[in-house]
């Protein structure tokens, strides 16, 4: 699990190593704010194997869930995911 206890979340393994690459993407990066397509093409670019939507989601809804990143769904019905506040940036 991850070091901070606030960031301690029981998931699957696949999603717990997703998550962890995406709390360290948003540490260098705070700003960034991207698709479930974006996140997997550019935070997690080079991860093998390539995860499904299925296990991304997962992971990004249990940082949610933990305050860590923010679910924003637009008008149009895109949804984006940020740093949370429980990040601590």
Known sequence: M???????????RDAERLARII???LRAHPAAS????????????????????????????QL????LVCRIENPDGTVLWTAGPGLGR
């Open 2 to 12: 991850w070091h901070r206890a606030r960031e301690r979340v029981l998931i699957g």
């Open 23 to 25: 709390l360290g993407y």
């Open 34 to 61: 991207d698709s479930l397509r974006g996140i997997r093409d550019w935070w997690l670019r080079g991860i093998e194997p390539v995860p499904g939507d299925g296990e991304l989601h997962e992971a990004l809804e």
């Open 64 to 67: 949610v869930r933990a305050d």
